[in-house]
């Protein structure tokens, strides 16, 4: 809620009056899922905890992968500017990655089990 009070303060800053609940539902509309893939893999690279995501997740970046660190980079970053599994695997395909730990990767992350609904307060 402070990111989505945040962007609406500085909007309405510029607007001149108070943009209100639309200012919110703007935020929501364009960053949260981007905010939420920034916290998750906050959470997994054990840098903050976040009681919204699954306790066993915290720090499982620094528990495992340890061997295939580039490539667990390369799919983080993907995963961080938005892209699913499927653009991973046919990215891992095109550029000849080694498929069975790309796979093994994408199932520990397990990225649908993140899909969390924003839980500010709008009236739609």
Not at 25 to 31: L, M
Not at 83 to 111: C, F, S
Request: proline share 2%; aromatic share 10%; with cysteine.
């Amino acid at each position: 809620m402070e990111e989505a009070n945040r962007h609406k303060w500085i909007e309405s800053q510029k607007a001149g009056y108070d943009l209100g609940e639309s200012c919110i539902r703007e935020w929501v509309a364009k960053h949260w899922q981007g905010y939420l893939r920034a916290r998750w893999v906050e959470h997994l690279q054990g840098k903050c905890f976040w009681v919204e995501l699954d306790r066993g997740d915290f720090g499982l970046l620094q528990r495992e992968f340890h061997d295939c660190k580039p490539l667990l980079d390369a799919i983080l970053d993907q995963l961080a500017a938005g892209k699913e599994n499927l653009h991973v695997i046919l990215w891992a395909m095109d550029t000849g990655q080694p498929i069975e730990q790309v796979l093994r990767i994408l199932e520990a992350l397990d990225i649908n089990s993140i899909r969390l609904r924003h839980q500010f307060e709008t009236r739609e």
